[in-house]
């Protein structure tokens, strides 16, 4: 019986080792992923404000080389 508990308690030992590795593997994936969208809102902005851009200079050009 002394030897399951010690075995019981081994197992429950590494059980709880792999949730709080996997704790910290997911706050690190949740702070890429903050990063990573902030990084996509931005480029979309980027896009947007040269499309709008280019749509600009292309009503400036003469009617012939649109």
């Given at each position: 019986m002394e ?5 019981l308690?081994?197992?429950?030992k590494q ?5 709080e ?5 997911n706050?690190?994936?949740e702070?890429?992923?903050?990063s990573?969208?902030a ?6 902005s980027n896009m947007?404000?040269a499309?709008?851009?280019l ?11 649109r």
């Open positions: 030897a399951q508990l010690i075995a308690e081994k197992k429950i059980l709880i080792s792999l949730i590795s996997a704790q910290g593997k706050k690190g994936l702070t890429r992923l903050a990573t969208e990084t996509l809102t931005k480029l979309q947007k404000e499309s709008l851009r749509e600009k200079m292309m009503k400036q050009l003469p009617e012939e080389n």
